[in-house]
DNA sequence: GAAATATGTCAATATGGCTGACGTAAATGT
DNA sequence: ACATTTACGTCAGCCATATTGACATATTTC
């Protein structure tokens, strides 16, 4: 966000919200403009590392989840991200190409692809998830004890009440998964 | 997120953190997660109203801003998405032809073009800021008193701390500009 | 052996970014 | 007054990422 001085500049912070909520319900403006743009730079730090290797967020989110959950299989990864399989195919194939992602055939289901990052895979995934780490902390730094329970509590209830238990047993699986690998 | 099951499922919410972080510092891999499916729930409400238009997430954008901000310029919109003139033209035009944004010469500068938002566009960039205000007033629900302060400064610490200030002030200033609408 | 499943691939299309070049009107500087 | 700069628009082409639909291949299952 370099700077964003249009024309004049104000100074409250917050919306007047004090009581009664106008007619029709306000919209919450604030925080639909900071999720905007907080998300905006959150992203941007890996966009500009992707860059220089020729990748882009597609290839980023692929390389994330297989070294998130090793040995996912191709229907995990399509199901999981929302994309199609022509979708899915293109990226994948640049990380296999390039030596970031390989494939293994299934022991029980020989159809199945199950997919892991090689080392330099593993070397990229935490390149950027560092840099995210690195925003995410500065963060919790900011905010106090208590900020990772309260931003982990408000991103899950931000969450289509559907399938939020299945992303944060996903999230939990993940962990198990990979154990500790700092 | 219809639904995530990715084969199997695990149990445990949040990640080992007690005491010291392993060697070359432990992502943080709940909140980028958390981010990740968040913002992708977040936007996907205004998306499927959007197709119906035949209208796409930089047309909301665009709608969104120059209804926060009647009287903006092209240069300032340009600025605030960090997009280049040719790709803002292309949506805006729609937006303009179709009848939801119209342009007025400045009344000092008659090179300016001013944007607003018509009667129509109004509309639409309500309904779209009422469903997402929707989902985070659930939101606050969930996280009790305190969720609405505590996501505005996880929020706001989130974004890169040499733009934070303009856009705080941004956002102030469009509440201020719009004033009370509901 | 037939049918269903897991994956891969070809082809065409849409959206929303980008760069570069050029045009026009209005403001500004000397 | 004229040259330059500014604000904006537009043409042309390219790239990344997503889509749908069709079809191929291996393997598992009924």
Redesign the pocket.
Known sequence: MADVNVSRIGDRATPPEGGREAASVEPIWDVIELLFFAYKDFVGDADDV?AKF??????H?VLHFVFRHPGM????L?DL?????????????QLIDQGYVE?K??A???????LYVTPKGEQLAMKLAGLQTKRIARAFADLGPGGHEGARRFLSALIDADGRDGVLRFIARADRAQGSRG
């Open positions: 992707l020729g990748f882009g967020r597609a290839h989110r299989k191709v229907a995990d399509l991200l929302k994309i199609t399989k022509q979708s899915l195919g293109r990226v994948l194939k494939q055939a299934g029980n289901d020989r159809r199945q692809r199950l």
